[in-house]
């Protein structure tokens, strides 16, 4: 994907309609033709929210905002704003609420989608008006219903019954193991989050100048086989390994394993989107909670990454004077990393090195989420825009950050500044961990 910056209006919206297509076509992907409508309807668990909402709250957002904020296009349907407010609704009470059932849902988003494509065209993208300067309320919308997309791909793990997703064709492609598997950071100041981009959510900024001092950082995040040692040495049993609340987690959770993860016999298997399968040992783990990943990195003798450790190995470098977009430069390249779909997994040790960092860091956007040691804040100067409900809601000590994306995220969200968050308890969600340590 070329610089936003560096198209004209012209190519902007070229390109804005073809990435609401692409991400409506993924949207429709994972709730059309996969399952039948009382599934689309039913709720798996209380973490999630019925298929069929997560369907109709992306047209609904996209009303909100590339319809009546956006063009002053006047409501299409008031009435269902509060259905599909997720903030007026806790998922575990979405299945009670008058939901617009599959087929009324489709009809809606595609009627809303049609209007903003016929009203695309009149939008200036005004650079005084910060709402659509650099088309970002439609980048915003491309990505809310992406991260959606991702939801859903959690929510179809956690259903019960045949699998209802295939396996895409192909794989990782080549795997060549890193010179090492930790790598030196060297101490210095590094501008942290978004500068010039214009679809960066509010969090990623303003960028700003961090001093760092020296550190180690993973070249690739922790394995199965890696967690499986932790957990073979006794890492559930052992209170020294855990923080407090982590240990009153394990203790009222019953947790001993990753999420999915069940043994039979002497082997530990896993259930991956309907089918159980042997945990492969070289894939990263996934499907952990940050306490867990606490407590491996305890273990093994050294600490999650702060989350302005996790992104200076990704988007600075030797000698470097600029951040990069991606871990491999400014523009997004296919075959770099896992993103998007392009495995129903996590990939394995030693796959995509041609999309290392600067510093020789692997698999840093992809594969996994990686749960960092850092609380979820506003950076210094933080402006909350276009509304306080996306970032500033959630800052404090109650949510911990998470950097690089999953194998479920799509590219366009998955840039080095990207902030995702969430309770140190969460399990369902596609994260895992690498480790650093401090330098001597």
């Known amino acids: 994907m070329v610089a936003l910056s560096a198209l004209d209006e012209h190519a902007l919206k070229e390109l804005i309609a073809d990435e609401l297509g692409a991400v409506r076509d993924r949207s429709l992907g994972l709730t059309t033709g996969v399952l039948d409508g009382a599934e689309l309807t039913a709720q798996v668990s209380p973490l999630m929210s019925p298929l069929v909402w997560d369907l109709a709250h992306v047209g609904n957002y996209e009303e909100l905002w590339l319809l009546r904020a956006a063009a002053g296009i006047d409501p299409m349907r008031p009435e269902i704003d509060t259905l599909y407010d997720a903030f007026e609704h806790p998922r575990a009470e979405r299945p009670s609420l008058p939901l617009l059932p599959p087929e009324e849902a489709r009809a809606y988003i595609s009627t809303v989608r049609a209007k903003v494509l016929d009203s695309l065209g009149r939008v200036r993208f005004d650079p005084r008006e910060p709402l659509t300067a650099g088309g970002f309320v439609y980048g915003m919308v491309v990505q809310h219903e992406h991260q959606h997309d991702e939801t859903m791909l959690a929510t179809h793990q956690l259903r019960r019954g045949a699998p209802a ?5 192909g794989g990782a492609g080549e795997r060549r193991a890193p010179a090492a598997g930790e790598v030196l950071v060297e101490a210095g100041p590094f501008v942290m989050g978004a500068s010039d981009d214009p679809w960066a959510y509010d969090n990623e900024r303003p960028g700003h100048v961090v001093d760092l001092p020296a550190y180690h950082i993973d070249t690739e995040p922790v ?5 499986l040692a932790f957990m073979e040495d006794g890492g559930y049993d052992r209170p020294d390994w855990w923080t407090p609340a982590g240990w009153e987690w394990r203790d009222s959770s019953g947790k001993r394993a990753p999420a999915f993860w069940s043994r039979e016999g002497t082997r530990w298997v896993r259930r991956r989107f309907g089918r159980v399968e042997d945990v492969p040992p070289d894939e990263a783990v996934q499907h952990v909670c940050w306490y867990e990943a606490d407590a491996y990195a305890r273990w093994a ?3 999650l990454p702060t989350e302005a450790e996790w992104e200076k190995a990704a988007a600075w470098g030797p000698g470097a004077d600029r951040a990069r977009r991606y871990p491999w430069g400014d523009e997004y390249a296919e075959g770099r990393a896992n993103l998007g779909q392009r495995l129903l997994r996590p990939s394995s040790a030693g796959a995509f090195p041609d999309g290392e960092s600067a510093y020789g860091v692997r698999r840093l956007v992809g594969d996994v989420w990686e749960w960092t040691a850092t609380d979820f804040h ?3 100067g933080f402006r909350s825009f276009p509304y306080k409900e996306y970032s500033e809601v959630f800052f404090g000590p109650d949510y911990k950050v998470l950097r690089g994306g ?5 590219p ?9 968050w969430d309770h140190p308890i969460r399990r369902q969600i596609f994260a895992g961990f690498r480790c650093a340590r401090d330098a001597a």
């Open 412 to 420: 366009l969200a998955a840039r080095n500044t990207f902030r995702n």
């Open 165 to 169: 997703l295939l396996d895409p064709p």
């Open 301 to 303: 003798g050294k600490r």
């Open 223 to 227: 394995t199965n086989a890696a967690y």
């Open 378 to 380: 506003g950076y210094p």
């Open 406 to 410: 999953s194998w479920a995220t799509h």
